[in-house]
């Protein structure tokens, strides 16, 4: 039951994502930074890809994938092309991951200590979910400021 909630919130807000993305007037505003906006909706999305192939795919899943979180934030003008297919390779990277976790794996230790401290999974998985959708906030609201 809980594997089935997980999958439809990551799915429902990753695709939520996309939209946002989506909505753009151009590519270029994508990467805009201005007065007190630190980070561009861009950079949000790549850390947000970052985020959840790295907590989910690699420690999770053993993808292999290595995250460089530097580059989330400095990287500037990918593609809105390219954004897409990203997060569409991350959906699957997490489908695929909790699809093959067991019901007990979500009360399981996760395997990464957050920020010192042992968590359970499914903690991790909700800390994860509300990381995603403050980012997710701010990037409708990055986009609806900078028309």
Not at 2 to 18: C, N, T, V, W
Not at 35 to 53: D, K, T
Not at 66 to 77: A, D, G, M, P, W
Not at 118 to 128: A, R
């Amino acid at each position: 039951m809980l594997k089935e909630s997980f999958l439809e919130i990551f799915e429902r807000d990753l695709l939520k994502l996309k939209e946002e993305v989506g909505l753009y007037s151009n590519e270029e505003t994508l990467w805009i930074v201005r007065e007190e906006i630190s980070n561009s909706a861009g950079n949000l999305c790549l850390h947000l890809i970052g985020n959840l192939n790295h907590f989910i795919g690699a420690v999770l899943g053993h993808t292999g994938y290595v995250r460089n979180r530097e580059n989330e934030f400095t990287l500037r003008h990918t593609s809105r092309k390219d954004l897409l297919v990203m997060l569409d390779t991350t959906l699957a990277v997490v489908k695929n991951t909790l699809t093959q976790l067991n019901e007990s794996d979500f009360q399981a230790d996760f395997p990464v200590e957050k920020h010192g401290k042992i968590v359970k999974t499914d903690f991790m998985l909700m800390h994860l979910l509300t990381h995603f959708n403050y980012h997710l906030g701010q990037i409708n609201y990055h986009r609806r400021l900078i028309r």
